[in-house]
């Protein structure tokens, strides 16, 4: 079994900070991407920013200079800092990971998702 747990969403007026954290957990072989996805009313889920293993990054149009990624392999955990958040960000944000588990039949690659935490960006 294998569980992310986000963390680090809540309330901030525009202009703030917010930091979200996801820990994965469980049977883990390997993690190989890691990024973070976000769903506003009415909309469809979009990527905000993705991370690989090696540390290489991309992120959204609309998040670019505001937002970071980063992860720490040692503690399987990702981060997604905030920054100069506006009304527009207001939206539920999803951790997602691609899991390598090991099986009796050889090792596969698994698609994660979090729970969802939600962000608001209100003054």
């Known amino acids: 079994q294998v569980q992310l747990v986000e963390s680090g969403g809540g309330l901030v007026q525009p202009g703030g900070s917010l930091r979200l954290s996801c820990a994965a957990s469980?049977?883990?072989?390997?993690?190989?991407?890691m990024g973070w996805y976000r769903q506003a009313p009415g909309k469809q889920r979009e990527l905000v920013a993705a991370?690989?293993?090696?540390?290489?990054?991309n992120y959204a149009d609309s998040v670019k200079g505001r937002f970071t990624i980063s992860r720490d392999n040692a503690k399987n955990t990702v981060y997604l800092q905030m920054n100069s958040l506006k009304p527009e960000d207001t939206a539920v944000y999803y951790c997602?990971?691609?899991?390598?588990?090991?099986?009796?039949?050889?090792?596969?690659?698994?698609?994660?998702w979090g729970q969802g935490t939600q962000v608001t960006v209100s003054s």
């Open positions: 997602n990971a691609k899991i390598t588990i090991a099986t009796m039949l050889g090792e596969d690659e698994y698609d994660y």
């Open positions: 469980g049977s883990i072989f390997d993690i190989n991407a």
């Open positions: 991370i690989t293993s090696g540390g290489s990054t």
